[in-house]
Structure formats: structure tokens, C-alpha cells
């Protein structure tokens, strides 16, 4: 694939990632948004730097309202630092939405 558009994203959603400097999917990312979005449990495992992160953050992105002021999305993350990580990635896309 060779960009998010071939993912029928929402336009802001894709918007953001370009935004956010995200211009193709990666191949998990291609093989498991699709199946997210249409509401399908995922155990996505692939080498650190693929892409996962982003896999769940598109997808809750989309679910979520910015008007409904509570909390709609929990990730829950087995260290610190892919808590981090996940904060960065899913606080650039928002910033991009903005």
C-alpha cells in the first residue's frame, strides 16, 4: 500500500498523519487497521518499530469524541516506556486533528 488513503480513513484521520509526518502505512499497519475498524480482536505481534502503536491509535482515534469529556479510550501498556511511547504517538495525531 502506498498510502493511508487506500485505507478509507476518515479525511481527518488521514490529514493527521500526514500531519504528524506519517506519509504509508507499514505492512502490519496495512494488514491490521483494516480488521480493527471493522471491530475485530487483534494480538498484533511484529519487531519493535513496525508500526503497532499507530495501528490502535488510528483506530481509537476514530471512535472517539471530542466533544464527550470522558475518558473513551484506556491503553494499557506492559512498561513505562511503551506507555510513553504510546502518549507521543497517539498526542501527535490529536495535536495534528487540531
Known amino acids: ?7 478509507l480513513l476518515p479525511e481527518d484521520i488521514e490529514r493527521a498523519l500526514t500531519l504528524a ?3 504509508k502505512p507499514s505492512p502490519v499497519q496495512h494488514a491490521a487497521i ?3 475498524r471493522v471491530g475485530a480482536d487483534l494480538i498484533v505481534q511484529a519487531k519493535s518499530g ?3 502503536t499507530l495501528v490502535y491509535a488510528v483506530v481509537a482515534l ?4 471530542s ?3 470522558v475518558p473513551q479510550v484506556v491503553v494499557v501498556t506492559p512498561t513505562r516506556e511503551i506507555a ?3 502518549a507521543q504517538v497517539i ?3 490529536i495535536d495534528a486533528l487540531d
Open 91 to 93: 498526542n501527535s495525531l
Open 62 to 65: 476514530e471512535q472517539v469524541s
Open 50 to 52: 513496525t508500526g503497532k
Open 34 to 36: 483494516p480488521l480493527a
Open 67 to 69: 466533544t464527550d469529556p
Open 84 to 86: 510513553l511511547q504510546s
Open 21 to 23: 509526518g506519517f506519509s
Open 1 to 7: 500500500v502506498s498510502s493511508f488513503s487506500q485505507l
